[in-house]
C-alpha cells in the first residue's frame, strides 16, 4: 500500500487513519506495539505523526495487513531483517507507481 498525504510536517491521527482507511483505534494499538511508531504530541495530547512515522506505518501495513504478518512476527522481521524489508517495500512501491503511470498513459491512448 502507497499511502498519498499532501507534503506536510506533521499529519494528524485522523488524517493517517484516512490514509490507510483503517480506524484511528488500529493507529494507536501499533504506536502500542511498534516502538518504531513515535508521534509526538502537542499540548492537548493530540498525536502528531512525521513522515517517518507514516513511512514505518507503511511497512508495519504491509506486513501485517499485505503479507499476513502477525503482531510478533512483523516484530521480530522488523528487528531482524529491517534494512532487506525497507528495501523491498520500497522496491515494491516503485513499481506500483511505475504500473499505476503505465495504466494511465493506456488508458489516455
Known amino acids: 500500500m502507497h499511502v498519498d498525504l499532501p507534503e506536510k510536517l506533521y499529519y494528524s491521527i ?9 480506524n484511528t483505534s488500529l493507529i494507536r ?10 508521534p509526538k504530541k ?8 512525521t513522515k517517518e512515522d507514516i513511512r514505518n506505518l507503511e511497512l508495519i501495513y ?10 510478533e512476527g ?10 532487506k524489508t525497507l528495501s523491498n517495500f520500497e522496491i515494491i512501491r516503485k ?13 489516455q491512448l
Open 95 to 107: 513499481l506500483e507507481n511505475i504500473k499505476s503511470t503505465l495504466i494511465k498513459l493506456k488508458n
Open 62 to 71: 504491509h506486513l501485517v495487513k499485505e503479507r499476513g504478518f502477525t503482531l
Open 42 to 49: 502537542n499540548a492537548k495530547g493530540n498525536r502528531k505523526f
Open 14 to 22: 485522523g488524517e493517517v487513519a484516512d490514509a490507510f482507511g483503517v
Open 74 to 83: 512483523a516484530k521480530i522481521h522488523l528487528k531482524e531483517e529491517r534494512q
Open 29 to 38: 494499538f501499533w504506536e502500542k506495539e511498534f516502538d518504531v511508531i513515535k
